[in-house]
């Protein structure tokens, strides 16, 4: 596969997002650092892999690390209060970039800790599992967990730069890809029913780390987020549709704990409840349900009490003026928004989900 | 003084700053808060004078209150946790809307706060100091201190409304006031020499809380900012003006602790400081001078050592690089950037005010 690039249109915010195997050890990345210095915020599990990469990427630079526990459960505004210290320590300028290099948690918090520091500077996302690099690495929605909600804290900052190496998912443990594949899956299922049809052929390519198929399955997400970010960046309307099966989801990651289960385990489970929510026509909810348990997904939730999901539902994000919103399906490839759900219906799914 | 209505002119992000006197016994604040729900963010000196009012202004409004300790010590991002935590508790939605009644602290942390909750809630500045009313409630600058410098971490979040009733500064303390009356010198310093005439025929009028004074000097201050940020909401270039005095006033209060002197006391002794590096032609730094000393404004820093003021400057926000960048005065009523300030120059004027 060769590198391609993307735009995500933003007007003067407009970045391009870099696809390729290997750029890690060929990209130029000093032209987007204009600074003299920058951060780069990583984990425990990725720094020993890929930092020495980055930073030799930077040979003029001024580099600062900040090395985070790996996990969803360190997701926390106190992750983010160390970054602060750590930029406010180094006396990092407004020119400071910050980089976050790893998965979801680490983009997520590193792109908080960038909007907020002197109230903006820039941000470079270079994306090492699956997940992060077909959709939380694109769009600019960052922040932190809190105990009442997932992403309930953050902010939208806008990178300058999407980096993907696709060669970093060689070193994805195979829970991780499949987590991903539960993004990947979402995006086929809210947007491209012919991308739909086309992970149903290559699945098993894909869980076999064929850089082919992973390559294309990356950028058709990019592709695909980029277009509905570039319509609707905060979320007034269309870019709702690339929550489905999230708000079951963050409901099952509040309920169980953070880290219990992947990010993307919970929306693969949230997925299939969302289809049985949405009434799909003919065989379209059990090809869901099939394509999520041969990506190696759950596709029910955890042995969580209904009332503990449905409180955990309570405080959804995607909850306006206490009505019931969701994402719902019409078709495998088409998304709407259903601001109207009884809780009846609701409660329907989550009993029909109890252990 | 009748009631004034202006406009901070951002696309979709207007507001109306209404000024007048006894507004929060008669403004109809219920067509501004549009969803079911609203927290108050105030503080234990303004919340028994002033509290009652606003919620006697929102009968048919589901109201939570966060009362802060007053004080500049207490603008940190612990006191924003603590709003994050009770909107989470309330489960609060998108449609919530913080409400900052107080000074500058106040409105800085409830807005930063509202920035980061879901990734931004509706906000309305409710100012009651005179600080607060000319100056930090308009713009949407929201953040908190680090202990390596002032207003180190936070956000750009436009309120939807300011709400200024000048009837709340009858309450206000005299070196409050005074504190207050930095910044409105600071507005005809930067941008219009006719006002700061007025000022210095009016000085003690304003001292006198002459109502009609106040209003004029509150209008105009707002009129001139409103300008500013309509023209460059960012600070990517002339907002930056309005940091005149700033830098070496954020030394002040940084090297001293935040707490010590107000933040207008500050800003005045640093607009003194920033006269003298300017070079002024004629009489224009004693007149200054002369204005703030009226004013009842320290004109000079207080005894710290002028290696602990410049590593405090070491930090600051408004240098680039590491360059030495100031906001001067040309004349009374015009200010540029320079930010080619060499370290001798800069150095004349910290030895000079060693004390």
């Known amino acids: 596969m060769t590198a391609t690039t993307l735009t995500v249109a933003l007007d003067e915010r407009s970045y391009p997002i870099h696809i390729g195997q290997g750029l890690l050890s060929s990209f130029d990345l000093a032209t987007v650092v204009t600074g003299p210095a920058a951060l780069i915020v990583t984990n ?8 020495s990469r980055v930073t030799a990427l930077l040979p003029d630079r001024d580099l600062q690390q900040v090395i985070l526990k790996d996990g969803e459960q360190h997701k926390t505004l106190q992750a983010v209060a160390g970054i602060l210290d750590a930029l406010a320590n180094a006396r990092a300028g407004r020119d400071t970039t910050v980089i976050a290099l790893g998965g979801g948690v680490v983009g997520d918090i590193a792109g908080f800790a960038a909007a907020c520091y002197m109230r903006g500077v820039p941000f470079i996302q270079v994306p090492t599992t699956l997940l992060a690099q077909v959709d939380s690495s694109v769009g600019g929605k960052t922040g932190v967990n809190h105990p009442r909600g997932k992403n309930l804290i953050g902010a939208f900052h806008q990178p300058r730069l999407v980096l993907i190496d696709t060669e970093t998912l060689s070193t994805l ?21 012919e991308f739909f049809h086309w992970l149903e052929a290559n699945v098993d390519s894909l869980l076999k780390r064929n850089a082919d198929a992973l390559g294309y399955a990356i950028r058709r997400c990019c592709e695909i987020k980029a277009a509905v970010v570039a319509e609707d960046e905060r979320e007034s309307g269309k870019r709702a549709l690339l929550n489905f099966g999230h708000t079951f989801g963050h409901a099952i990651e509040n309920s169980l704990g953070y880290g219990e289960w992947l990010h993307g385990e919970a929306v693969a489970a949230g997925m299939v409840m969302a289809a049985e929510l949405s009434e799909l026509p003919g065989d379209a909810r059990q090809r869901l349900h099939n394509l999520i348990e041969r990506a190696g997904l759950p596709t029910e939730p955890p042995p969580v009490a209904a009332d503990k999901l449905r409180a955990a539902i309570g405080i959804d994000k995607k909850i306006i003026g206490k009505r019931l919103r969701f994402i719902l399906l019409r078709e495998l490839g088409e998304a709407f928004i259903d601001d109207n759900i009884s809780e009846d219906r609701l409660s329907r799914i989550l009993d029909h989900a109890k252990p």
């Open 173 to 193: 443990p195979d829970r991780e890809l499949s987590a991903g594949l539960a993004e990947v899956i979402k995006h086929a299922a809210i947007a491209d029913g």
């Open 44 to 51: 425990d599990i990725v720094a020993p892999l890929y930092l």
